[in-house]
């Protein structure tokens, strides 16, 4: 049996147990008192996870710390996992992009890393991520894309730069950061680790 259990906005979802092969397994998370809410839709095959990470606020996102950033779960099983792909998930859109870096591949701004158990908050051992979390994720880390380049910001990943706001963001309200100074995903994000 394999077990995942997800964070997201650093706040912990449930413990899953996945049998050999779903078709979709969604986590939610929703903080009425902050507007922020978020989902990551897993699916297993075999040895292929699939995550949908999704900002599902219905909020526009003025402030950086309303931008979806990571996903850490725990994995129990089997397989090892590589970061394959990191790509937008249909309808989703990058705002602010560099040239050349407005997708649908964005494999070069998000990594993913496994063995954190202890690192991670909630006993989560995997994670998913657009930041560095501190030293925890870096360049050596991101997905292996069509398109693995540095898209914006530093080689390591650092910061805001292509996490997830939400499908009601209005673009141009806000402070600097979700206003144009990185480029931001409008939406959801799928990635196949």
């Known amino acids: 049996m394999r077990k995942l259990a997800a964070v997201a906005f650093t706040l912990a979802f449930a413990t ?4 050999s092969s779903v078709s979709a397994l969604p986590f939610s998370f929703n903080d009425p008192a902050t507007g922020l809410s978020a989902s990551v839709d897993f699916s297993l095959a075999g040895n292929t996870l699939r995550a949908t990470l999704t900002n599902t606020s219905t909020e526009d996102v ?13 994995y129990d099983g089997n397989a090892v996992l590589t970061p394959t792909s990191a790509t ?9 992009a560099p040239s050349g870096g407005s997708g649908p591949d964005v494999g070069g701004e998000w990594v993913y890393k496994t063995g ?23 360049a050596n880390d991101k997905f292996f894309s069509s ?7 530093p ?35 799928v990635f196949e680790p």
Do not use: H, R, W
Request: aromatic share 8%.
């Open 16 to 19: 899953l147990v996945l049998p």
């Open 62 to 74: 003025t402030v950086p710390s309303q931008v979806l950033t990571a996903v850490f779960f725990y």
């Open 88 to 96: 937008l998930e249909s309808g989703s859109a990058v705002l602010f």
């Open 116 to 138: 954190l158990l202890g690192v991670l908050p909630f006993g989560a051992n995997e994670g998913i991520s657009s930041t560095g979390a501190g030293d925890i994720f870096g």
């Open 147 to 153: 398109n693995p380049m540095n898209l914006q910001g």
């Open 155 to 189: 080689v390591s990943p650092d910061g805001l730069q292509y996490g997830i706001t939400s499908a009601k963001d209005d673009p141009g309200t806000g402070n600097a950061p979700v206003t144009g100074n990185y480029a931001l995903i409008k939406n959801a994000v």
